[in-house]
């Protein structure tokens, strides 16, 4: 079977429908026995907690963690984590060759299955299969009686959402800038504005699927050193691509250009370089895979280094009519390499020109990233003007984002967000509330539970 890099909320699901796999055995042989998969975990440390297994008719109640590959334990440094030190089973999508990659904590190996051996369909047939017949444990809980509700309710609540959706957002932004700042030890934190917006963005770019990695590649990045040895697009590219690991074996002209710069940059900045297989292209479309985004980041970091990209951005939404026009014409007037207009990957070429970000990811970086970094910026150089623009384009501004959450979200809730406020509300709600179970303290929950009996059941407990 091809080692497809699945991601692990996928194998989670797949984990925890028995259905998809026979008799299970660890990689020493003895026969697993699953009495409760236990709750997942949206917070740091293993997937799921207070699980009960029997190991060979021994019984084990503790912590299980989802991997795609028995390598990822130590890759992901959980031998010394002591968050991890009550794993009873590693669940991995698929084996190693090497031993010295089996799963260890400080005082004992950690018994692992790797489910690719047991399971009784294909991958593809049980991907299908989630696919068109989502669970019902990802039903909300109040999805049965929310059209009762009052929608001005519901509106406000996701407004106030909204409101605190920015405000976080702006607060990660604000403290990645403290700690920049400190780092450059100057006042004014030389290019610390600029590194915040180019890791955010890069964050941004890996949707989902990536934003570790893109995040991991930002950190790799120091403005100020690139800015003196990166001068043009190929430049850019070497740097990104060599840092990033994306290259592979195939060798055009691009491709052998731009790795013999990545030779000399390397040596030059002393670089790491992350490794290919940290990056995710399984079940994303090929418009989405991150050597293409790679390609915009490349321009914007260019911009972002050799240009005045962030003062643009500044100038653009403190004095433009038409705000998110113009910063939306900045973002994708972005240029990066002709190469990756008609190539989805090295070698790899598309028939039709390809966009390597288009209008819907740069309102996406407006929302996620302009306007929280702009909250941010108004605050810190007290401009009362720009703070009230900011809130009045969030409030305001026309929403077309779309994403698998606001999708399931929008018809449970049976409704439209109007602006990017409820629509990031939405999001918030999702992300903080129904996802932690916090329907108590949640708007929706207090109105739709106190019809509710004190000893009446909630109907499902989402993602149990
Ligand atoms: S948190 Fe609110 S919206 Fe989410 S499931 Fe609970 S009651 Fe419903």
């Not at 989502?134 to 009762?148: H, K, Q, T």
């Not at 780092?183 to 989902?208: I, Y």
């Not at 643009?312 to 939306?328: A, G, H, M, Q, W």
Request: one cysteine or more; a positive charge.
């Amino acid at each position: 079977m091809k080692k497809l890099n699945l991601n692990e909320s996928f194998i989670s699901r797949i984990w925890m429908n028995p259905s998809n796999y026979g008799e299970l055995r660890t990689t020493e042989g003895k026969v697993v026995e699953v009495l409760s998969y236990g709750k997942p975990n949206f917070d740091s440390g293993a997937d799921f907690s207070d699980s009960i297994v029997k190991i060979d008719g021994v019984l084990y109640s503790g912590d299980i963690e989802i991997h795609c590959s028995v390598k990822d334990w130590k890759i992901h440094k959980h031998t010394k984590n002591r968050k991890y030190n009550k794993v009873i089973l590693n669940v991995v999508m698929w084996g190693d060759e090497s031993d010295d990659a089996m799963p260890k904590t400080a005082r004992r190996t950690i018994p692992t299955v790797i489910l690719s051996e047991f399971l009784s369909r294909s991958i593809h047939e049980i991907w299908k299969d989630l696919i068109n017949n989502p669970a019902p444990a990802f039903l909300l809980p109040c999805s049965r009686e929310i059209g009762n509700l009052d929608r001005a309710t519901v509106k406000s609540w996701l407004n106030e959402l909204g409101m605190e959706r920015l405000k976080y957002r702006a607060e990660r932004i604000k403290r990645r800038l403290e700690t920049l700042k400190s780092e450059t030890q100057s006042a004014d934190g030389k290019f610390a504005w600029e590194t915040a917006l180019m890791e955010f963005v890069f964050e941004a770019l890996g949707f989902s699927k990536n934003k570790e990695p893109f995040l991991k590649l930002a950190g790799m990045l120091d403005i100020s050193k690139i800015r003196l040895c990166c001068k043009t697009h190929d430049d850019f590219d070497a740097l990104l691509y060599g840092c990033s690991g994306l290259f592979t074996g195939h060798r055009d002209a691009y491709a052998y250009r731009i790795k013999s710069k990545w030779n000399l940059i390397q040596e030059e900045l002393k670089s790491e370089a992350m490794d290919r297989s940290e990056w995710n292209f399984f079940r994303l479309r090929p418009v989405n895979f991150p050597t293409l985004r790679m390609a915009y980041a490349s321009g914007f970091l260019m911009e972002l280094a050799k240009g005045d990209l962030f003062r643009r951005l500044v100038f653009c939404f403190k004095n433009s009519p038409e705000t998110v026009k113009d910063i939306t014409g900045i973002l994708l007037g972005i240029e990066y390499s002709d190469y990756w207009k008609t190539h989805y990957d090295f070698g790899k070429e598309s028939k039709a020109e390809k966009t390597a970000a288009g209008q819907s990811r740069a309102e996406d970086i407006i929302t996620n990233v302009v306007l929280p970094l702009m909250h941010v910026y108004s605050r810190e150089f007290r401009d009362d003007d720009l703070l009230v623009k900011t809130k009045r384009i969030y409030m305001n501004g026309d929403d077309n984002s779309d994403n698998v959450i606001l999708k399931m979200m929008k018809k449970q809730l049976g409704l439209r967000p109007s602006s990017i406020c409820e629509s990031q509300g939405v999001i918030h709600l999702h992300n903080f509330y129904c996802s932690k179970e916090r329907c108590s303290e949640c708007r929706i929950g207090e109105k739709v539970f106190e019809r509710f009996s004190v000893s009446e059941a909630i109907p499902e407990t989402i993602y149990s």
